[in-house]
């Protein structure tokens, strides 16, 4: 019975995770995901900083596994940094977003960042536990999966509960393209505006199990 609890608290948060992302992220990104822009991921990102008096914070080209922003500095991936296809070049200009929201709540932005990397590392590291008691014979079949699906559950939750961060940055980055000419094509600000915004639903899946979802 017990096991049946755990397995359902797991499934239930991380199963409504996946439809909602489908839905409001997956979706508009796969639409635009050929659609190439005058201007790349790093461009996008300096327009937004200087235009919001950060025109001095740190861009390092790095790759990085989980989100790396702060008020002074952010990492941005190789991939996106060069990239001209619109979804990358929104997913650049969400992360300038973030260290916008860093310059002004650090404390709350590096929750959200330790809570996507809570999501991609804890659920990995308790399935390597709990196959480790299996083989041993410690843990039975059923225990074993209720718990990988709690530990899922448990990074949800947290993501959920951090999303507002991460949907406030985009908020602010779209109506920054919407409002303004950091994008000088009119056309150009208005797709990226609706590619952050859906941006910023897509990590409320665990990243341990988010490429169930695809890219």
């Known amino acids: 019975m017990f096991a049946r609890f755990f397995l359902l608290s797991g499934l239930v948060p991380l ?22 822009l005058g201007v790349t991921g790093r461009e996008l990102v300096e327009r937004i900083l200087a235009r919001n008096g950060a025109g001095h914070v740190e861009v390092v080209e790095k790759k990085r596994p989980f989100l790396v922003v702060g008020p002074e500095k952010l990492v941005l991936p190789p991939s996106l940094a060069g990239s001209r296809k619109a979804p ?3 997913e650049a200009g969400l992360l300038a977003g973030l260290v916008l929201m860093a310059r002004k709540q650090d404390k ?13 590392s804890f659920p990995a590291f308790t399935i390597i536990v709990m196959a480790f ?8 079949g059923s225990w074993a999966v209720a718990v990988v699906s709690a530990s899922l559950g448990l990074s949800t939750i947290l993501l959920w509960l951090t999303l507002p961060v991460e949907r406030a940055a985009a908020s602010l980055v779209a109506d920054l393209l919407e409002e303004t000419s950091v994008v000088p094509r009119r056309s150009e600000g208005e797709t990226l505006a609706a590619l952050v915004r859906a941006l910023g639903w897509r990590r409320i899946v665990p990243g341990a199990v988010a490429w169930l979802a695809g890219k």
């Not at 199963?15 to 190439?36: A, H, M, N, W, Y």
């Not at 590096?110 to 999501?119: I, N």
């Open 88 to 90: 990358e070049v929104a």
């Open 15 to 36: 199963i409504l995770s996946f439809l909602v992302r489908k839905f409001l992220s997956d979706g508009p990104l796969r639409k635009q995901g050929g659609t190439e």
């Open 108 to 120: 709350v932005v590096k929750w959200r960042a330790w809570a996507v990397k809570f999501g991609a």
């Open 133 to 140: 008691a299996l083989i041993i014979g410690r843990l039975g």
